[in-house]
């Protein structure tokens, strides 16, 4: 799954109507100007310190221009934006909407000396998991193979029946369990980094609160759900991010977490229906449109309740907006 999804985005800009997907700050200004002004809120009920704006898989760049420019708004200004992406394509699609970004790989060439802001939207799903198997023999690791032209999966020979987490190891023969180091560790690098410069993170993405039994991997091309063990580096993967699991990894790195709570409701609270009003009072024509937006962005039937929000802070930062009524 890395492997396939480093070439997927080294080789292309897979945004928008002409791409294979759509994400929340492509579908309307409004999503990135809310996170804008959920940094903004917290920076200055933490007093206003130094800041650094960091965002993980920044796409095109389109979530930061527009949290960016409703921060300033406020006077909220960070001494440096930092984007951690490695695809080529959209490095220079961000470099033109956001062109002060420095750009990194990962995250451990983040730079320190003042508080981050981290906003991860629709990043942690693209990161590889490991796929767990209730057999008759027991729990086995699902792995890839080649038969011909076509990738296959296997089980392996292995028990991992301790890597199963206590509550779900009673389950039938054909069960799936996922698990994602990889979505831990950079959790817990971007926890370890806040606890000691401050700060806060918002992690975005569609999944569930685990432990939980599931197949969640997926692939998307041209819009439409695609297999995805064909055409490898050619589609995108994805799976359900386990919400608990990240929360945990963020606690261990020695932060506070809130949430997760589902993306309509937080947009909501955050005000998302008020900047529609005033929207539509500047561009009366395009009312229609801009709920149309809204609608996409907050609906329990759209990405309202699928997606979920997470939140981690330093202990010494001021509960972040968004998680409570």
């Not at 994400?23 to 940094?39: D, R, V």
């Not at 296997?154 to 069960?175: E, K």
């Not at 918002?202 to 055409?231: C, K, M, W």
């Amino acid at each position: 799954m890395a492997a396939a999804n480093a070439h997927y985005y080294a080789t292309r800009d897979p945004l928008g109507a002409a791409g294979d997907f759509t994400t929340a700050p492509e579908i309307s200004q409004m999503f990135g100007e809310l996170i804008g002004i959920w940094c903004a809120d917290l920076w200055d009920r933490a007093g206003r310190p130094a800041f650094r704006y960091v965002e993980l898989g920044p796409g095109r760049g389109t979530l930061a221009a527009d949290a960016l420019r409703a921060m300033r708004r406020f006077g909220c200004n960070p001494v440096s934006v930092e984007l951690v992406e490695t695809s080529p394509a959209l490095r220079a699609a961000q470099s033109a909407r956001v062109p002060e970004a420095a750009h990194h790989d990962d995250i451990e060439s983040l730079p320190g000396g003042a508080a981050l802001l981290i906003v991860a939207n629709e990043f942690f799903d693209a990161l590889p998991i490991r796929q767990l198997v209730a057999t008759p023999e027991g729990w086995r690791e699902r792995m890839v193979a080649r038969d011909g032209a076509r990738l296959v999966t296997l089980h392996a020979d292995t028990p991992v029946d301790d890597d199963i987490p206590p509550p779900l190891r009673a389950q039938p023969p054909g069960a799936t369990v996922e698990t994602s180091p990889a979505s831990i560790a950079v959790m817990h690098g971007c926890a370890l980094r806040i606890a000691r410069c401050g700060g806060a993170m918002l992690a975005i993405d569609y999944g569930y609160r685990g432990p939980a039994a599931g197949d969640t991997l997926q692939a998307v091309s041209n819009h439409r759900y695609a297999d995805p063990f064909e055409r490898a580096g050619e589609v995108d993967l994805t799976a359900h991010v386990d919400f608990a699991a990240l929360g945990e990894a963020a606690r261990r790195g020695g932060l506070s977490t809130l949430g997760p709570v589902g993306q309509g409701l937080w947009l909501q609270r955050l005000g998302i229906d008020a900047r529609l009003q005033s929207l539509i009072a500047a561009s009366p024509g395009r009312a229609g449109e801009l709920e149309g937006q809204r609608h996409r962005l907050v609906e329990a039937g759209e990405m309202g309740e699928l997606f979920q929000i997470l939140a981690a802070h330093a202990p010494n930062w001021p509960q972040p907006a968004g998680f409570a009524a």
